[in-house]
């Protein structure tokens, strides 16, 4: 994987419509090493390239086949509020389980675990056995249908990035959730994070997130799978999906450790996408999201970003989170 703006799009069922506009929702925290969330709840080359190909490329994802490669999905179905193990494997044309990967930012395989409504999110780093079945422990905390969206680079030769999706059923009683409020800032654990740029079909554009803690820049953020910052954004309707690289990395002599963490991405159509942006800092990986609206309408509609680092969550508060161990029902996983 390069250091230039890495654009993975890919597509699971049917989604909620979110607000019309930058929107704050909930914030869930991952746990490498320790983990922050919410109750609900990857420099320099602008032009697009991974997964998604550039923006009129078909979207990953969109398939549980693709290049001669299968998501094999062995847990259709867990039970919301209860930890479970979900187990899946990756088989070649021949129907034989994968069992040889290209490293990526540190790991094998990215597995995005996303609710429909774009309220739950977890970004997950399984284990595989020796036979190339992968597993990893999660905890839903909603019913509903869940896409899960495996990313990994298999090694063989003149092998590309790839992205498949499944769908997996949570059981339990589901209720939907209100669409969160319009917001360019959002906060998760006294730290606040701000939203500068639009984001455009069709065009690279530049996104900056400025972290902030008790009114002052966050300058010491740290190297989390070798980045200062994580970018998933997900489009509400069929949760089209963008994974964006930052620009730049630790070590490089120019990125700067905060506050600000530099995106360029582009966006495949006109619509309402969910951001998610992961960071870490003393420690502690947390993710704080966002909704933003592309289109000709997103200028008028989008609010300028504050300063006070008050949000309007799900319930019109400040979204909070709570923090667990690495074991714990993290959204990040090692």
């Known amino acids: 994987m390069n250091t230039g703006a890495k654009i993975t799009a890919f597509a699971a069922a049917l989604a909620a419509t979110f607000g019309t506009a930058y929107g704050v929702g909930t914030a869930v925290g991952p746990a490498a090493p320790e983990r922050s969330s919410a109750a609900h709840s990857e420099h320099e080359d602008p032009a697009p390239s991974g997964h998604g190909g550039h923006p009129d490329a078909t979207p990953g994802g969109l398939q549980i086949t693709e290049a001669g490669h299968t998501l094999d999905l062995k847990t259709p179905r867990v039970t919301a509020g209860e930890k479970t193990e979900v187990r899946f494997a990756v088989r070649d044309r021949d129907g034989r389980q994968v069992t040889s990967y290209r490293r990526e930012h540190g790991k094998e395989l990215h597995l995005i675990l996303v609710s429909r409504d774009l309220v739950t999110y977890r970004h997950l780093h399984p284990t595989r056995a020796a036979d190339g079945t992968w597993s990893t422990p999660v905890d839903l905390p909603t019913a509903g249908t869940y896409r899960v969206f495996a990313d990994f680079t298999p090694d063989t030769e003149n092998a590309t990035d790839l992205t498949l999706g499944a769908d997996l059923a949570v059981s339990g009683t589901y209720k939907a959730p209100a669409p969160p409020k319009p917001s360019a800032t959002t906060t998760v654990d006294g730290y606040t994070v701000t939203l500068n740029g639009d984001l455009r079909p069709g065009e690279a554009s530049a996104l900056t997130l400025d972290v902030s803690r008790a009114g002052r820049p966050v300058t010491?953020?740290?190297?989390?799978?070798?980045?200062?910052?994580?970018?998933?954004?997900?489009?509400?309707?069929?949760?089209?999906?963008?994974?964006?690289?930052?620009?730049?990395?630790?070590?490089?002599?120019?990125?700067?450790?905060?506050?600000?963490?530099?995106f360029t991405a582009t966006a495949p159509s006109d619509g309402t996408y969910r951001l998610f942006l992961d960071f870490q800092h003393r420690g502690t990986v947390r993710t704080a999201a966002f909704t933003v609206r592309t289109g000709p309408k997103a200028a008028a509609e989008t609010p300028k970003p504050t300063t006070t680092g008050e949000t309007g969550g799900e319930t019109g508060g400040e979204t909070t989170g709570e923090t667990t161990g690495e074991h714990g029902d993290g959204d990040h996983r090692h």
């Open 220 to 262: 010491d953020l740290e190297p989390y799978l070798g980045a200062y910052g994580h970018l998933v954004a997900l489009r509400s309707g069929d949760l089209a999906y963008l994974h964006v690289h930052p620009n730049g990395e630790p070590g490089d002599g120019t990125t700067e450790p905060g506050p600000g963490i530099s």
